[in-house]
């Protein structure tokens, strides 16, 4: 069985709300934008990402590495879906003094992302590399396939035992639907199913992965880049 670890809760206010439940995943997301938004001026860089969970993990893997974003004049911001990101960057990259914009999405939203640094004047990224010099990372799939297989399934089944989930997630493998999956699919699903278990596992994964120093190269990177 994987130890529970220590954990301190994320810098953020409204992610730390929806971390244990008190404020649901949307609302804290609106609000978390709305908190950003009101720091931009002042930032040296903005991340800009496509929701609260990425934001948690980015919150986390900075606490875990030691840096404190706050103090770096690093704001997060979530966006509320890939689809926005034009409307963001073309707000900002016209800002005075414009602070450093980097960001992250899922593969399935690189073409969206690479559309909008394009729009907004900011780089046109033929390739995947070309996106991550601009400071824009793409998880493949997304995060939570990123985090799986940074850990390894196993010890992400390992990680449930240790906070009280994997009782629940074997009775999830035993629905018609998923019991002929292979694990990391069943794993990513039971990750995804519900809004409050997602934003928990976000911040857990990730302080796990930094542990083993196998945190995804596309948060890694993100981090490096500000």
Known sequence: ?????ATTPPA??????????????????VRATAHALA??????AVMLVEGISDQIALETAARCRGRDLEADRVVILPIGGAHAIGRFLTRLAPLDTRPRLVGLCDVREEEVFRRGLQQSGLGSPRTRAEMERLGFGVCVDDLEDELIRALGARRVEALFDAHGDLRVFRSFQSQPAWRDRGLEAQLWRFLRSSSRRNLRYARLLVEATVARDTLPRPLDALLAAV
């Open 39 to 44: 720091r931009v001026d002042s930032a040296a």
């Open 1 to 5: 069985m994987m130890a529970a670890m």
């Open 12 to 29: 953020d206010p409204f992610t730390a709300e929806a971390v244990d439940g008190r404020l649901g995943g949307n609302a804290a997301s």
